[in-house]
């Protein structure tokens, strides 16, 4: 038998597109009453993991990241728009003026970009395994440049011989490789940096100033980005249980269960909000008894 179709709940409140739970605003990061949440949500997701991999190193090992970028070619194969920066008058076109590339060539090149940057890391990466090397991504971030078009900053773990290794291997192989995939140039100069300060670096690309002065960056609401714009690896995920869908929850638990969070009762709290996704109208004693009833 087939299940019934999902039905949109109503409209959001903000960009009214259809939201699917009891919630104002839908989960799109375009849209401007969600967009500020989700990208608190990434610079927090970025800190917790990023920040567990530094504190996880033994005492006798100086915790370190290094941070590479991956651009797009320059305009010998992405022409300038001259209609967008005619203003200008005569100039040599450059994204620090605000000069963007042509819109469809720009729309083409980002669209095809995941999948060259997916093919690309796994060639580096197999390149790397046969040397028998195991670089550890870290993170991947997408940012959109001035001029409209997408570049990539992978992550590497950069503590001990082996990661060291590992990362500046692959980052000598992905320059190789590079132009093959359609990208321009890689940042081949090794900064190491303790990895807060890299989780700070990526997250003010989504979101810039101190707590409850948060400017939301343009990027975020950017077309031209990514379905995944933020990449962490599983390893650090497991270990934190830090996850967008876990940052999600909490603040569903909060909603419906405040009162006890604010008890530091935790475990009551996130059983009441289980209850309450799966139906609605449970009463908070109910889970309670349930919860606290004999095996």
């Known amino acids: 038998m087939a299940t019934e179709r999902r039905r949109p709940t109503g409209l959001c409140h903000v960009c009214r597109g259809a939201r699917w739970s009891e919630a104002k605003f839908c989960r799109r990061r375009t849209c401007p009453g969600y967009g500020p949440i989700w990208a608190g949500d990434q610079r927090r997701k970025q800190f917790v993991n990023l920040g567990h991999y530094g504190e996880s190193q033994p005492c006798d090992v100086k915790a370190q990241v290094v941070l590479g970028a991956v651009t797009a ?17 005569d100039h040599r076109c450059s994204g620090l003026l605000g000069c963007r590339v042509n819109a469809e060539v720009a729309r ?18 197999i390149r790397c395994n046969r040397a028998g090397l195991r670089p550890w ?3 991947r971030v997408w940012e959109e440049q001035r001029r409209g078009v997408l570049h990539v900053h992978p992550v590497f773990a950069f ?3 082996a990661e060291k290794v590992g990362a500046r291997t692959y980052m000598r192989h992905l320059a190789e490789l ?8 890689v940042e081949r100069k ?30 975020v609401r950017s077309r031209s980005m990514p379905r995944s714009i933020v990449h962490l690896s ?11 869908r876990e940052l999600r929850f909490r603040r ?3 909603r419906v269960a405040g009162s006890f969070v604010e008890a530091d009762l935790y475990e009551e709290a996130r059983a009441i909000a289980v209850a309450k996704q799966a139906d609605p109208d449970i009463r908070p004693i109910d889970v309670l008894r349930a919860l606290r009833a004999p095996p």
């Open 137 to 139: 991504l870290l993170a």
């Open 108 to 125: 083409e090149w980002n669209a095809s970009a995941p999948k060259r940057w997916r093919d690309l890391h796994r060639q580096a990466t």
């Open 234 to 244: 599983s390893r650090l995920t497991q270990a934190t249980g830090c996850t967008m």
């Open 178 to 185: 590079a132009s093959r995939y359609g990208f321009g140039k």
């Open 190 to 219: 090794i900064r190491p940096m303790e990895a807060k300060a890299a989780a700070a670096y990526l997250s003010s690309y989504f979101v810039t100033g101190k707590r409850g002065k948060e400017a939301l960056q343009n990027s």
């Open 73 to 89: 070619p320059g305009s010998d194969r992405l022409a300038w728009s001259t209609d967008h920066c005619a203003a200008l008058g």
């Open 252 to 254: 569903f638990v909060w």
């Open 159 to 161: 503590s001990t011989p």
